[in-house]
């Protein structure tokens, strides 16, 4: 809170429940997030401050994508516009977890990815649209070596925030994906390449790249079960993402 000069009231109890909230389920030490709502962070420039007991990862903007009160707001529609986490890894071959809670302001493809690498394929969660819409029907994992997927019931209409995350259990082959308040697994994405870039908002083409508002990020470094996803998001509804009507 100090490093990101968090001022705001309102902003500081919000960020300080979600930190009560993660160490009260032991999962402080294995997790780093990014509140990118305005008055959650700094708010102001190009970097976005990470927050977790897993480390320092703070986040660099590229190509200046705008703060706002609901989250940083891309536009895959004339550049590429992403946060680079330095020293952080997208990993195909470790277990790992992300949540996100994200909305889209217009369809630009079929394929947008909540976290990717740009000018790649790779991507550990890539929401599936309907053609021409903004209604989420799939959420996937992209390794470059085959991917898993599952579907999203019901659909999301991504207009508005919704909560979306993935846990990849490497040992065991399994790959879980959380929507909201269900998570459905299935078989894990093939593991090549081991290793991208972790870029939050990128895609492999431009029109791939996230097109809207991200009010979080959350990444541990561990395989998160049915039940810790459930209570990592009902956690993150209440500090991080107050106020947002998320389901």
Sequence with gaps: LTKATVRNAIG???????????????????????PMRSYQNVGTGSTVYSLGGLGVYDGSMINSP???????????????????????????????????AASLNSYTSTVPRLLGTAGYP???????????????????????????????SPNLNLLTMHTMGCSFDYNNSLARYLANNTVSSTTRAT?????????????????????????????????????QLLQVKSILTQSLGSSLALP
């Design 122 to 152: 790779a991507s550990e969660l890539t929401v599936t649209l309907n053609s021409n819409t903004v209604v989420c029907t799939v959420l996937e994992t992209w390794s470059e070596g085959g991917y898993s997927a599952v579907s999203v």
């Design 66 to 100: 705008p703060w706002g009160v609901n989250g940083v707001e891309f536009s895959a529609l004339t550049t590429r516009q992403y946060i680079n986490v330095s020293g952080l890894l997208q990993s195909f071959n470790t277990n790992s977890s992300s949540v996100f």
């Design 12 to 34: 500081r109890f919000e960020v300080c429940l979600f930190v009560r909230g993660m160490k009260t389920l032991g999962l402080w030490q294995n997790m780093v997030s990014w």
């Design 191 to 227: 593991s090549n390449p081991g290793t991208r870039s972790f870029h939050i908002a990128a895609g492999q083409a431009l029109d791939n790249h996230w097109n809207g508002k991200i009010a979080y990020g959350v990444r541990f470094n561990t395989a998160l079960t049915n039940s």
